[in-house]
């Protein structure tokens, strides 16, 4: 005889949360990618419009944030919650996660950069929960 019990995977569950995310911060107006990058700049999670090179996005966010982070410690703003990088056709926006995991957006010119910091700012506690126990797992 056999069970028709099924156990849930929970980091399957996890990931698939994490993907609709990425998803939802898709449909904003202007957004092409959004992405998570681990503490070692590998992406682990990616939603895009267009072809990227992964890897070279993974490791130059985590730089850039790195960077950024570094300068505010030297002038005594401590914790960096957010590094916009603006550039000629659009903007890459970055924010911490938890346990070095960053969330990614890359954004067209015309995007909505109030909107975007509004929706990352949202999105980052829901994040944060969902790492919380997807790392304890």
């Not at 449909?27 to 681990?38: F, H, L």
């Not at 960096?80 to 000629?88: D, P, Y």
Request: net charge negative; charged share 20%; hydrophobic share 45%.
């Amino acid at each position: 005889m056999s069970s028709n019990v099924q156990f849930l995977d929970p980091r399957k569950s996890q990931n698939n949360e994490i993907d609709s995310i990425l998803r939802n911060l898709m449909n904003i107006q202007g957004v092409s990618a959004a992405a998570i990058v681990d503490s070692d700049g590998f992406v682990t999670h990616i939603h895009r419009d267009f072809e990227i090179n992964t890897d070279a996005i993974g490791a130059s966010v985590q730089v850039v944030f790195g960077a950024a982070a570094k300068a505010a410690q030297h002038v005594g703003h401590h914790l960096t919650n957010m590094v916009i990088c603006e550039n000629a056709d659009g903007y890459i926006l970055s924010t911490p996660i938890d346990a070095g995991f960053i969330l990614a957006l890359v954004t067209q010119r015309e995007a909505l950069l109030g909107r975007v910091r509004f929706e990352l700012k949202e999105t980052i506690p829901v994040l944060k929960k969902l790492f919380t126990s997807y790392l304890s797992n």
